[in-house]
T-cell receptor, first 113, second 115 residues
Framework: GAGVSQSPSNKVTEKGKDVELRCDPI?????LYWYRQSLGQGLEFLIY????????KSGLPSDRFSAERTGGSVSTLTIQRTQQEDSAVYLC???????????FGQGTRLTVV | GDSVTQMEGPVTLSEEAFLTINCTYT??????LFWYVQYPGEGLQLLLK?????DKGSNKGFEATYRKETTSFHLEKGSVQVSDSAVYFC??????????????FGGGTRVLVKP
């Protein structure tokens, strides 16, 4: 596609349920990032994939969070046993190569009730 | 690790005023520097970038110069418009090789321009 695509755009889930958020990066982009943005806050780094290297998971807030990237393309962020504090906009971005700009998707707004 | 520090907002100013948003960074080697902007209700988009020392990035009347000696990348615009109201993020990618080049953001600065 022309840009980074995220789905769903909005997700409301009950506390304790698992959710999966999907990101389709721009074709050919080797780097993929997940960030979280809480209301009125900055960007919180979650995880970073670069080519075939081991992902940088240093930003994942707890072991309830995990992410994978299949075939170097699509990525799924999974949150298990969701909590109300997980409510935020989850942003995905991809970039073509080292030190180039990242293109962001529109985000998935997650609301845990 | 790499870090970016930018001035806290909100910054409120009148139309046609001069805008400066300070950004300083800590990184190994020679990172690439970026300013991203998030307009109300929209996604993040790149505003401008600079990839080496003394480079000046510019777009939409905004400018920022990569200052290696002061590790800064301050954003400026000479005459702001109401449509410039947004949240501005300073960011960098490191220079330590493929595994170390994640995009690191500052905390964002909200700018409100009043008519």
């Amino acid at each position: 596609g022309a840009g980074v695509s995220q789905s769903p755009s909005n997700k409301v889930t009950e506390k304790g349920k698992d959710v999966e958020l999907r990101c389709d990066p721009i074709s050919g982009h080797t780097a993929l990032y997940w960030y979280r943005q809480s209301l009125g806050q900055g960007l919180e780094f979650l995880i970073y994939f670069q080519g075939n290297s081991a992902p940088d998971k240093s930003g994942l807030p707890s072991d309830r969070f995990s992410a994978e990237r299949t075939g170097g393309s699509v990525s799924t962020l999974t949150i298990q046993r969701t909590q109300q504090e997980d409510s935020a906009v989850y942003l995905c971005a991809s970039s073509q190569t080292l030190n180039t700009e990242a293109f962001f998707g529109q985000g998935t707004r997650l609301t845990v009730v | 690790g790499d870090s970016v520090t930018q001035m806290e907002g909100p910054v409120t100013l009148s139309e046609e005023a001069f805008l400066t948003i300070n950004c300083t960074y800590t990184a190994t080697g020679y990172p690439s520097l970026f300013w991203y902007v998030q307009y109300p209700g929209e996604g993040l988009q790149l505003l401008l970038k600079a990839t080496k020392a003394d480079d000046k990035g510019s777009n939409k009347g905004f400018e920022a110069t990569y200052r290696k000696e002061t590790t800064s990348f301050h954003l400026e615009k000479g005459s702001v418009q109401v449509s410039d109201s947004a949240v501005y993020f300073c960011a960098l990618t490191g220079a330590r090789g493929a595994a170390g080049n994640k995009l690191t953001f500052g905390g964002g600065t909200r700018v409100l321009v009043k008519p």
